[in-house]
């Protein structure tokens, strides 16, 4: 069940209820789990530039990548999101996340 649920993104579902609280956007860098960004923050100094925006439910590195992906491919992916910030990148990433769901594309 697990499997299909990520394969379909639906294990994703629950941070809807945190967009809806103000804690996240629709599109941004996704969150990640406290005890990597100290490390993360010592080997890449860019990495607090993520946090310049509020995270999001999805963004350019969750369809240009998998659940497994490196976080510096990841980083990447978010740097550039971050540096073209508008409602047209926003627009296009939403339709792009809608593609990677119904097609199931990237997720492992």
């Known amino acids: 069940m697990g499997r299909w649920l990520r394969r379909w993104r639906l294990d994703e579902l ?8 103000g804690d996240m956007s629709l599109v941004g860098p996704r969150a990640e789990r406290p005890g990597f960004v100290e490390t993360f923050f010592q080997e890449t100094p860019l990495y607090e530039r993520r946090f310049l925006v509020r995270p999001g439910l999805t963004g350019l590195a969750q369809i240009h990548g998998r659940y497994d992906t490196d976080y ?11 540096n ?18 119904l097609t199931g594309r990237g997720a492992r």
Request: glycine content about 0%.
């Open 14 to 21: 629950p941070q809807l209820w945190n967009m809806l609280r």
């Open 84 to 101: 073209s910030l508008s409602l047209t990148t926003d627009c296009q990433t939403l339709i792009a996340t809608v593609q990677t769901v």
């Open 72 to 82: 510096t491919h990841k980083l990447r992916y978010d740097l550039i999101y971050i």
